[in-house]
């Protein structure tokens, strides 16, 4: 449906329950961020993530391992046409949903999965591991087109390296090749609630050193890594959805980023991140000047047991005339300069501007605090709270404003928070409820909306590998509220968006 004219101004098992470890004791130190073959993807319904397999023992004990991860879901949105004709139903469905949930932008949250399937396979021992990645945002059997974006293939390969005993109460981690680093992660094992890194997201061919040392209880942690894309989009090419609309003007990328961490007896860590990505492409138009993007962010991490798990942090992101920025870099799933430009800074922003993003999540299981100081391995009758929020403060060299004379990017703050409780009943039952508000424009009220989840979660044992769930989802719009059409997707005041959605998946991890 249309607006009138008058308006046209969202490894271990983080499982439901949560599982405890053997005594209770703390877990190993965080890391400063999450491993490269970890599935790209929020945290399923329940706050569930995949478990994957321990390194080889031995230096002899060459293996292939085959692991993976699938969330397939089928959901539709409901609305009402305005002037149905004969052989037409009053009631639209509509797939994908036309609600404001969009993975590059700041209104994501996840409420609607989308399809994403990861297949790892490695082969090597416990000092060296060669690992292959396929994903798949799209399953051909349920798509109605084909979308070349959505299946990219091959998307990680590259070789890891486990040094363990170079020298006394040290340990060096290599990672070289193509993969993805990713930074200010929410959740305990995963990308958290949101699915957005609150630091960012390297895509890239190159690099990856970590190094730990032992002092006592005391853990240094220090990490450096560079990558540049590997090729650009060839001059003249016309961006279109057969080439994932590569923009020539786009020019080949690189990011190097440096981290320093401290941890305490596995139960805090405190990390800081310095992220750059730049472009100095003379393939590019003679106009757009050399663009840069840096990023310099701090994280606190409280894995406190049956007290639960806790995350702040903080990233302070500097664009500077980063059109020309591939996606070397992604700033809260937003690709690059480009990326920036269309969520963040405004299409006369040049690529230039500031973002201050502030994020936390606190997720506890409640059996598991009542249990205290038993241990509880989550195979028993449980409650678990997950409490979350993120807010970004906008500087940006675009003033646009909309017909009422407030602000579209510069000066704008945007704000979403939500919470989770799940409540396991029985080993193949669990029964969830999600509610988040989102506020992309303080300036305007008008944009924000929020969503209530009721959910049933089916599954086979209390620490299962897989769920079903049954989902719906009410939508509670503004006047405003905005959703996306054609093709690429772009923001479109003019469509009603859906209140209604209905959505069942079906996910398995091994």
Known sequence: MKRGLQILAPLVVASLPLPALAQDEAPKPAALGLSPGNPQTAALPGGVTPAYHQPSTELGDWRFDFHGFMTVPVRASFNKRDNPIDGQSETTWHAPPVVPDYRDSFQYTGVVQQPYVKLLFSYGNSIVTGNISIESRATYTGSSYFDPTSNPGITDAFLNFNLPDLADNTRFEFNVGSFSNRYGTMGEYDEGRYGQPLMG???????????????????????????????????????????????WNQGASWVNHLHAGVGYKGLATLGLHYMTAWSQDDRVSASLPDGRIDVLGGDLRLTLGHLGHLYLGASHVNADRARTVGRIIEILNAPGGPGLMTNYLGPNSGGTGKLLNFGGQYDISVGRLLRYPEPFAGDAPDIVVSLFGMMTKVDSDDTAVNIDGNSLYDGVTKMKFGAEASYALLPWLAASARFDHVNPNSEDDRYKYSALSPRLIFRSGWNARDQVVLQYTRFFYSDLTTVRSGYPPVDDVSIIPD???IQLSASMWW
């Open 201 to 247: 997201r390297t895509n890239g061919a190159g690099e990856n050193i970590i190094g730990t040392f032992l002092f006592g209880d005391w853990a240094l942690i220090v990490e450096q890594g560079i990558a540049g894309l590997t090729d650009k989009t060839p001059i003249g090419v016309v961006p279109e959805g057969w080439n994932g609309f590569g923009d």
């Open 499 to 501: 209140e209604d959605m």
